[in-house]
């Protein structure tokens, strides 16, 4: 596609209920970020694909996060056990070699809210 | 840990008057990004700056680097009520400082331009 696209754009989820969220990142692009962004605040880094692997998982906030990236294209981020202080809204951002600068192109984000 | 601190948190000014912000931190960056985000969207990258004292401009929108590569600044020239949305500034720092290390983002500078 044109640009990252995530999905869903809004996702309320009940309290202990697994969430996974999507993200298709710019074709061609081999480096894939994930972030969180709370309200007011900026942007807390997740974690970073180069390809399919993820060289450092520890910006995840805790064991029940994880993500994966297959055939270096899509990514999902899941969250178990979901919490209300997941609630946040979840940035994907692809580059093109992920190098410090080379611009990292955002999704629109998924909105979490677990009540 | 690195930190960047973005000051004010919030700006509300009229069309047409000039405005800085500012993007703090006592650690070096290789990099520093600059970001505008508008509500429900992702961030879009305005500019990155690499050089001590380098200053780029775009536009109305005039970017600093400080010498030492520990703050930036943007500056803006006869706001209009478009520029509106939330300014982040964002530190790239190692050798693949915006990849494997992620960007480290400042909390944001919510900017309003009122007609």
């Known amino acids: 596609g044109a640009g990252v696209s995530q999905s869903p754009s809004n996702k309320v989820t009940e309290k202990g209920k697994d969430v996974e969220l999507r993200c298709d990142p710019i074709s061609g692009h081999t480096a894939l970020y994930w972030y969180r962004q709370s309200l007011g605040q900026g942007l807390e880094f997740l974690i970073y694909f180069q390809g399919n692997s993820a060289p450092d998982k520890s910006g995840l906030p805790s064991d029940r996060f994880s993500a994966e990236r297959t055939g270096g294209s899509v990514s999902t981020l899941t969250i178990q056990r979901t919490q209300q202080e997941d609630s946040a809204v979840y940035l994907c951002?692809?580059?093109?070699?992920?190098?410090?600068?080379?611009?990292?192109?955002f999704g629109q984000g998924t909105r979490l809210t677990v009540v | 840990t690195q930190l960047l601190e973005q000051s004010p948190q919030f700006l509300s000014i009229q069309e047409g008057e000039n405005l800085t912000v500012y993007c703090n931190s006592s650690?070096?960056?290789?990099?520093l990004q600059w970001y505008r985000q508008e509500p429900g969207e992702g961030p879009v990258l305005l500019v990155t700056?690499?050089?001590?004292?380098e200053v780029k401009k775009l536009k109305r929108l005039t970017f600093q680097f400080g010498d030492a590569r520990k703050d930036s600044s943007l500056h803006i020239t006869a706001a209009q009520p478009g520029d509106t949305g939330l300014y982040l500034c964002?530190?790239?720092?190692?050798?693949?400082?915006?990849?494997?290390?992620?960007?480290?983002f400042g909390k944001g500078t919510h900017l309003i331009i009122q007609p």
């Open positions: 700056v690499v050089t001590g004292g």
């Open positions: 650690s070096v960056f290789s990099s």
């Open positions: 964002a530190g790239g720092s190692g050798d693949s400082g915006g990849g494997a290390d992620g960007l480290t």
């Open positions: 951002a692809s580059s093109l070699d992920g190098r410090w600068n080379t611009e990292a192109f």
